[in-house]
C-alpha cells in the first residue's frame, strides 16, 4: 500500500470511530435514564445493560466466519447497519423486554465495529510507529465517548428525538468508509488457532485486556460509590471519572509512542505497576484536591496503556486470520472482564467496605506485573506464548 492511500484509510477508520463513539457514548446513559424515568428498578436497568456484554460473548463466535465471508469493510458497514436499525427499534418496540434482545443484538454489533477497525489498522499500519497509530486511534475514540452524553441535554430523553440522531451518526459514521475505494483487506484460510488456544498463545495479553475491561466497568461503576463513602461530595464524585477519563485521552499517544522505541512488554509491565500504585495511593489521597486530580489523571493513562500497547504487540504478531482470532478473543476476554469486573469489585466493597474498591486493583495488577515479569524474563529471546 502506498503511504498517502495508507493514510487516506487510517483518516477514514479514525473518523468512522470518532463519530461511532459518540453514538455509543450516548447510548448506554440514554437507556439508563429513560428506564429511571419510568419507574424500572435498578436491579433490572443493570442486567438491561448487561445483555451488549452477552451479546459481545456469543457473538465473537460467528464472527471469525463473517469476516471471512465479508471481508473487513463490508463486514464492518454490515454492523454499522445493523446498529442502526437497532436504534430505531427502540422507540419503535417500546417495551422493556424487548429491549433486553435489541441491547443483546446491539452488542454483536459494536463489538463487530470495534474489532474489524483493530484489525484493519493492525493490517496496514507499520510496525514501527504501530503504538502511535493505535494511540491515535485509542485517543479519537476515547474523546469521542466522552461526549456522547453531551447529547442527552440538547435533545433530551423523551420520544424518537434522541434515537433519530443516534441513528444519524451511525448513518454518518459509514461515510468516511466510502473514502478506502477496494483497499480493505480480504482475510482467507484459516487461523492456526482457535479463539480458546489463544488464551495459551498470548496469556500475557490476556491478562492485560482483562484488567483494562475491569477498570472500564468496575472502576466507572464503582469509583463515585468509592469517593462518596469515603467523604467525597456527589458532584466532586462524578468528576472523578472525567479526570480519569481525560488522563486516558491525553496519555494514551505518548505510552504508544514509548511502545514504539523500547520493548513492548516492558512497556506494559510500567503500566502495570502504574495501576497498582494508582490503587494504592488512592486512599491517601482522596481528600487531597490536587493530589488526588494529578493521581487520577496518570491512572487513566495508565490503563489505557494497557490497552493500547496490547493491541500493538496484537498487529506485530499476527497476520490475516490469525489477527482476526487474536481480535475477536480479546473481545471475548473484554466481555468477560465486563461480567466478573462490577460483580467481583461489588463483593469486596461489601467485605471490606470501601477499601475493597482499590484493594482489587492493587492485588490484580499486582498479579498481572508479577505474571509478566515472570514471563518476559524467561521467554524474551522468544516470540511465541508471551
Known amino acids: 500500500m502506498l503511504p498517502q492511500e495508507r493514510k487516506r484509510v487510517l483518516a477514514a477508520i479514525f473518523a468512522c470511530a470518532a463519530v461511532y463513539g459518540i453514538t455509543f457514548g450516548l447510548s448506554n446513559p440514554l437507556l439508563s435514564l429513560i428506564l429511571e424515568s419510568r419507574g424500572v428498578s435498578r436491579t433490572l436497568i443493570g442486567l438491561n445493560a448487561a445483555m451488549p456484554a452477552?451479546?459481545?460473548?456469543?457473538?465473537?463466535?460467528?464472527?471469525?466466519?463473517?469476516?471471512?465471508?465479508?471481508?473487513?469493510?463490508?463486514?464492518?458497514?454490515?454492523?454499522?447497519?445493523?446498529?442502526?436499525?437497532?436504534?430505531?427499534?427502540?422507540?419503535?418496540?417500546?417495551?422493556?423486554?424487548?429491549?433486553?434482545?435489541?441491547?443483546?443484538?446491539?452488542?454483536?454489533?459494536?463489538?463487530?465495529?470495534?474489532?474489524?477497525?483493530?484489525?484493519?489498522?493492525?493490517?496496514?499500519?507499520?510496525?514501527?510507529?504501530?503504538?502511535?497509530?493505535?494511540?491515535?486511534?485509542?485517543?479519537?475514540?476515547?474523546?469521542?465517548?466522552?461526549?456522547?452524553?453531551?447529547?442527552?441535554?440538547?435533545?433530551?430523553?423523551?420520544?424518537?428525538?434522541?434515537?433519530?440522531?443516534?441513528?444519524?451518526?451511525?448513518?454518518?459514521?459509514?461515510?468516511?468508509?466510502?473514502?478506502?475505494?477496494?483497499?480493505?483487506?480480504?482475510?482467507?484460510?484459516?487461523?492456526?488457532?482457535?479463539?480458546?488456544?489463544?488464551?495459551?498463545?498470548?496469556?500475557?495479553?490476556?491478562?492485560?485486556?482483562?484488567?483494562?475491561?475491569?477498570k472500564e466497568y468496575a472502576g466507572t461503576t464503582f469509583l463515585p460509590?468509592?469517593?462518596?463513602?469515603?467523604?467525597?461530595?456527589?458532584?466532586?464524585?462524578?468528576?472523578?471519572?472525567?479526570?480519569?477519563?481525560?488522563?486516558?485521552?491525553?496519555?494514551?499517544?505518548?505510552?504508544?509512542w514509548l511502545a514504539d522505541k523500547v520493548d513492548r512488554y516492558l512497556v506494559l509491565i510500567l503500566c502495570g505497576i502504574c495501576t497498582g500504585l494508582g490503587a494504592l495511593f488512592l486512599p491517601i489521597v482522596i481528600t487531597n484536591g490536587a493530589a488526588l486530580w494529578i493521581l487520577l489523571f496518570f491512572w487513566g493513562g495508565s490503563f489505557a496503556g494497557l490497552y493500547t500497547v496490547t493491541l500493538t504487540i496484537i498487529g506485530q504478531r499476527f497476520r490475516g486470520m490469525d489477527l482476526t482470532i487474536a481480535n475477536v478473543a480479546l473481545g471475548v476476554v473484554w466481555g468477560i472482564g465486563c461480567l466478573t469486573g462490577p460483580t467481583v469489585t461489588g463483593i469486596a466493597m461489601d467485605i471490606w467496605d470501601p477499601q475493597g474498591f482499590p484493594g482489587v486493583f492493587v492485588s490484580f495488577s499486582v498479579l498481572f506485573v508479577l505474571f509478566v515479569s515472570i514471563r518476559w524474563s524467561l521467554l524474551k529471546n522468544k516470540t511465541d506464548n508471551i
Open 54 to 214: 452477552f451479546g459481545l460473548l456469543l457473538g465473537s463466535l460467528m464472527m471469525p466466519t463473517l469476516i471471512r465471508f465479508f471481508g473487513i469493510k463490508h463486514f464492518l458497514l454490515l454492523c454499522l447497519v445493523v446498529d442502526l436499525c437497532m436504534f430505531l427499534m427502540f422507540p419503535l418496540l417500546d417495551h422493556l423486554y424487548a429491549w433486553f434482545v435489541i441491547r443483546f443484538i446491539s452488542g454483536i454489533a459494536v463489538n463487530g465495529l470495534f474489532i474489524a477497525s483493530e484489525i484493519w489498522i493492525n493490517e496496514i499500519t507499520l510496525d514501527e510507529n504501530r503504538g502511535r497509530i493505535l494511540g491515535i486511534y485509542n485517543t479519537f475514540l476515547a474523546a469521542s465517548v466522552s461526549l456522547g452524553p453531551l447529547i442527552i441535554p440538547m435533545v433530551g430523553i423523551d420520544g424518537w428525538a434522541p434515537f433519530i440522531v443516534a441513528a444519524i451518526l451511525v448513518a454518518l459514521a459509514a461515510i468516511p468508509i466510502g473514502w478506502t475505494g477496494s483497499s480493505s483487506p480480504v482475510m482467507h484460510g484459516d487461523s492456526s488457532f482457535s479463539i480458546t488456544s489463544f488464551i495459551f498463545i498470548a496469556p500475557t495479553l490476556i491478562f492485560a485486556v482483562l484488567l483494562f475491561s475491569w
Open 225 to 256: 460509590v468509592y469517593a462518596v463513602r469515603s467523604g467525597i461530595d456527589d458532584n466532586i464524585a462524578a468528576i472523578m471519572l472525567t479526570i480519569l477519563g481525560v488522563g486516558g485521552i491525553c496519555l494514551t499517544y505518548p505510552i504508544g
